[in-house]
């Protein structure tokens, strides 16, 4: 649809690319909504939409915005009209709330340059994945131990068959993820409900750590128990895809019932005040195979990280359904695993004591805190760059294609969000682009493992970032899951991103035949050549001003499924 801007009235006049992109996204919803798309998320997102027909040409109304979000204008936030990197943007929004700050006022200078730990995206729990912070972690909680003499362990739960909660989800990231959250939410309430201070740390793709103290062994396992009995009830009760989790089959293993289902195995390992951290790490992400399971009588053993065993809670929880927080489905709130104390503000009584004044666990962000406040304390500091310069942290990069960690503290949504206040403000295009690694359990298989198959992905990666950078286009890259990968991309049109899609294709395709990766069987698929060999999968959505991002995530989404059906 073309509308004559010399027919309408300059006041509500749509600027061409704006009325093309809200054709597409007529048509990208209508398809959602056929799909099962509520229909009342469709109404809130046309009328959002309808709303688009007051954006002109002029940034009036983005710099209000931005001036009260940010103190900044479009032109101070964007400089040369270009959208920035993400640690561009949060250096500023560091810089402008410093500059905004009694730099007399100590507690205000602490509340201006503080950053809480990184968060996984997917569950809410402390982002253990990143740099040392388990590690850390571990060694406070030993700290804790030794000054205090209150019980320290670490409850490990491995989901069994994501995979399959991925299959019956369509690869809808979101719908899989609620899913996890739920049955961490259990994992951490249940603890938190015994009594326990904890530290929920999200270790591997599948694996969630509790560090629980001020419990002691009987309470650990008395916990557990209920954990067991309320996972079992949750995946029973719970259906996807037609059928309760309990019965999902298991990709790799279909109509296998010894694969079937989805379940928590839990264990416990005890953190000694001399065991080595990174070996309590690694017992917990790589338990050994002869490691007891938790049964409902409850016999079982502890295992201890110094090379023994203690009879007492039990080692290797075999966790299941459960329904001891039906409401814990919901995405309110208090659906997400909490972290045990306020994470982003200051703590309201002396760190290591609760309200009634006994000892307790502080959480990572209150520690973080107050270890800034005592800095700042000891040495203050009144210059905005040297604060800026010594306490300023950017993103984690993902160490194997170098792309922004996507997987934190709901990154994505974030830099999504500000490319709509960009394109709003400047206006310029923008567009999101999402892209699977076809084939990457094959490709692990055939080179006997992920360090080797982490060498082709890279390669994959940079075909993905370098053909997106064509025609001048500024790109964020970011890794957004295990074969996931994405790119918010600026400076070009619709037609100048479809013909690097298009390269990207064909140039992944030549990459496999080159190193011979382009008839490797997929797992999941032996024998069926629509599966077969290793590439990229690719969708993309223009990025538009005033929906909610997670629509233009599922229209991204949509064209990347069926470029799959398509092969």
């Known amino acids: 649809m073309e509308l004559h801007q010399q027919n309408l009235d300059s006041a509500t006049r749509w600027p061409p690319r704006t009325a093309r992109s809200l054709t597409r996204l007529a048509l990208s919803l209508t398809i959602l909504v056929l799909m099962g798309m509520h229909a009342d998320g469709f109404e809130d997102l046309f009328l959002a939409a309808i709303g688009l027909c007051a954006w002109d040409d002029g940034t009036t109304g983005a710099d209000s915005h931005l001036a009260t979000h940010h103190g900044l204008t479009a032109a101070g936030y964007w400089p040369e009209r270009q959208f920035p990197t993400p640690d561009a943007m949060r250096l500023t929004h560091l810089r402008s709330r410093i500059a905004g700050t009694d730099r007399s006022c100590l507690d205000r200078v602490v509340e201006a340059i503080y950053e809480p730990h990184f968060k996984d995206s997917a569950t809410g729990c402390y982002d253990g994945r990143i740099g040392d912070f388990t590690v850390e972690e571990i060694h406070r909680a030993q700290q804790h131990v030794t000054r205090t003499g209150q019980p320290a362990a670490l409850v490990v739960a491995t989901l ?32 938190i409900d015994a009594g326990a201070d904890l530290v929920p740390i999200r270790l591997t793709a599948t694996t969630v750590a509790a560090l629980v103290v001020g419990l002691d062994t009987t309470g650990v396992h008395r916990a557990v128990t209920i954990i067991d009995a309320a996972t079992r009830t949750y995946t029973a009760t719970t259906n996807l895809g037609g059928a309760p ?94 972290s045990a104390r ?26 973080r805190y107050a270890s800034v406040r005592e800095k700042l304390a000891a040495q203050p500091i009144s210059s905005v760059d040297e604060l800026i310069a010594t306490y300023y942290e950017p993103w984690p990069i993902d160490e194997v294609t170098g792309f922004h960690n996507g997987q934190i503290d709901r990154f994505k949504n974030r830099i999504v969000s500000e490319a709509q206040q960009f394109v709003a403000a400047i206006p310029d295009w923008a567009f999101y682009v999402c892209g699977d690694i076809a084939n990457l359990s094959g490709l692990n298989q055939h080179v006997g ?66 190193h011979g990766l382009d008839h490797l069987e997929h797992p999941k698929h032996p024998g069926d050549p629509r599966f077969r060999g290793v590439g990229l999968h690719l969708g993309h959505a223009e990025i538009v001003p005033g929906i909610d991002v997670t629509d233009i995530f599922d229209a991204a989404d949509l064209e990347l499924d069926q470029s799959k059906s398509a092969e």
């Open 160 to 191: 069994v068959n994501l995979s399959g909660i991925n299959h019956a989800a369509h690869n809808r990231v979101e719908v899989a993820n609620r899913h996890y959250r739920d049955l961490v939410a259990i994992v951490c309430r249940t603890l």
């Open 245 to 338: 989790l309990a019965l999902l089959d298991h990709p790799d293993h279909p109509g296998d019932p010894q694969h079937r289902g989805v379940r928590l195995d839990l264990r416990c390992l005890e953190i000694a005040t001399d065991a080595d951290a990174r070996r309590i790490i690694d017992a917990a992400v790589n338990p050994a195979e002869d490691e007891g399971r938790y049964v409902a009588s409850g016999q079982g053993h502890t295992a201890r990280t110094d090379g023994t065993d203690t009879p007492a809670t039990s080692a290797a929880y075999r966790a299941a359904p459960n329904r001891v927080c039906t409401q814990v489905g919901t995405r309110s709130q208090e659906s997400r695993p909490p």
């Open 342 to 367: 306020p994470d982003h503000r200051p703590i309201s009584q002396p760190l290591g004591l609760s309200d009634s004044g006994a000892t307790r666990y502080p959480s990572p962000d209150e520690a």
């Open 449 to 514: 493992g992920r360090v080797a198959a982490d060498i082709h992905y890279r390669a994959l990666a940079d075909i993905f970032a370098t053909e997106l950078t064509l025609h001048g286009a500024r790109v964020i890259a970011v890794r957004i899951g295990g074969d996931e990968i994405a790119a918010v991309v600026t400076g070009i049109d619709e037609d100048q991103i479809r013909h690097s899609m298009h390269q990207i294709t064909h140039r992944s395709a030549d990459y496999a035949r080159t």
